[in-house]
């Protein structure tokens, strides 16, 4: 049986980049096995985030913005910094990422190929997939965790970011094509109407922090999201609806859903781990790529992968950093621990940030490049009180035991 050098599980976002960095560090070192469930590529998600890091895939994005805002209790809030927030297809991701796959001599791609099992010996790993076994020296494991089943206890918090987007054609031109909404609060009336329960500003009633996340590319196109922060998913009805109202709060009188896309992704302190056992590496978000506080995994992921190829090219394999550096985890389990206790005031924390801090440093923070002075810059434009109360004594707090369950869908 061939031994490939690594054999790389999940040729999604993870998987395909630190492919794309093997090849693109030259070719004829290492022999690589992609395994890949899926038999073919189609345009299941978007990628956004600020240009805050060179990468790869910079001639597939297809939208650019230079501005975005925040809506809350009637203000709107407008940024505009250094960066751009970039939109990047996955149609477009994949034909780039795959074109020299396919085209290298060392490496194989097989689709449609389930992993079963991985199993680690002395000298090498051993996958079993329904079609039959492969070893390899070393694995980069990318599957999905289930993340909607793992369960917290307080001081942790496993949150997810969960949503459905329509990318949509309207007959009346309704959006303003030049700036990205980031979060619009507007819509919590609705969300506690749509869900049948009391929108108390004490009673914490809703499940979570809904918003309209929006991307306009026309005043008569857009990508319009229905996203929550919160404990647990909820039926696809509801996100449905709350796009239909927005979309006719808007005035965007007949509209045809061109694309729909749905996702859940972690908003967590539980542990990840990059270095499960002394032959496995998880990569993408099986091993914490998504930030957790915001979801956003895509930077972090390229960054990982150009770290990972480096040190695999180098047969460095001992020592693989987390995604994130101490003071990001630290910070984002104070401010997701606020989130939790205090839902209600999601909205304005959010705001604030937006409002207050400069809009590179708060980019900058979000993607984890921040300077002493941006983390000061963002810190400060938060309550010091809740912030305070949480960091120091956090358990000392309320506790609350976290689960994460799934409403059935209607
Ligand atoms: C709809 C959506 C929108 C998102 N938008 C953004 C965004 O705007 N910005 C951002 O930063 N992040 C975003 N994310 C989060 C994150 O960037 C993506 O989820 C990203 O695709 C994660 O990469 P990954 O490689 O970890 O997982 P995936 O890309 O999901 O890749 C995992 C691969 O493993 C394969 N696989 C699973 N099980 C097996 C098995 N048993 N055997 C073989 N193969 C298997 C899957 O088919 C898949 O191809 C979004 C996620 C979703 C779902």
Redesign the pocket.
Known sequence: MQVWDAII?????????LVNELIGRGEGQLNILL????SE?TN??????WNTLNHRFENAVSYRWSGWNVHYAGEVVHCRGAYQYQ??R?EHFYKLALAPVYASSKTILRLG????TVQEEEDLVRIQ?HQGTHAGRYVID???MDQQNRRATYPDVHWLQH?M?WKVKTECACFQSKQVTLMDFEGRKDAAEILGVSDNETDNALPGIPFIYLLPFSPTEALVESTWFGPKVLPKSVYREQLQRYLQEKGAGNYEIIEE?????PMSTLPTTTQPTRRIRH?????G???PS????????QRQAQRLADQLLKGDWGNFPDYYSTQSRLLDATFLRVLQQNPQRGPELFWRLFRYANPDALVRFLADTASLKDLWEVTTCLPSGIFLKQSLFPNFSQKKEMETTQIQGV
Do not use: N, S
């Open positions: 599980l999940g040729a999604g976002c993870a998987g395909l980049t395994l890949e469930e899926r590529y299941d998600r978007t990628w956004c985030f939109y990047l996955a190929e389930q992993v079963r997939t990318t599957r999905p949503f987007g896309e749905y996702g859940v992704l990569l993408g978000l099986a091993g790529a998504a930030r915001t979801g956003y995994a895509f930077l972090a992921i």
